[in-house]
């Protein structure tokens, strides 16, 4: 089976981008989500922290 899907990714011709894309996006994603978290204020923070324990937010649904 493996020897199968092998022979069948080598014959698709440019397949090799496939991986560097996809770690390029990784990346960038990764880069983004460091750089909110560093820069997100310190009350939006607790705003999202004490979230789930409001009462208020969880009847408004």
């Not at 092998?6 to 770690?23: Q, R, T, V």
């Not at 990346?27 to 939006?44: D, E, P």
Request: glycine content about 2%.
């Amino acid at each position: 089976m493996l020897k199968f899907v092998k022979n069948h990714m080598e014959s698709i011709e440019g397949i090799a981008s496939y991986p560097m894309i996809s770690l390029l996006i990784f990346f960038v994603f990764f880069v983004l989500l460091f750089w909110w978290v560093f820069t997100a204020t310190k009350a939006h923070i607790k705003e999202m922290e004490e979230l789930p324990l409001d009462k208020d937010y969880h009847n408004q649904k």
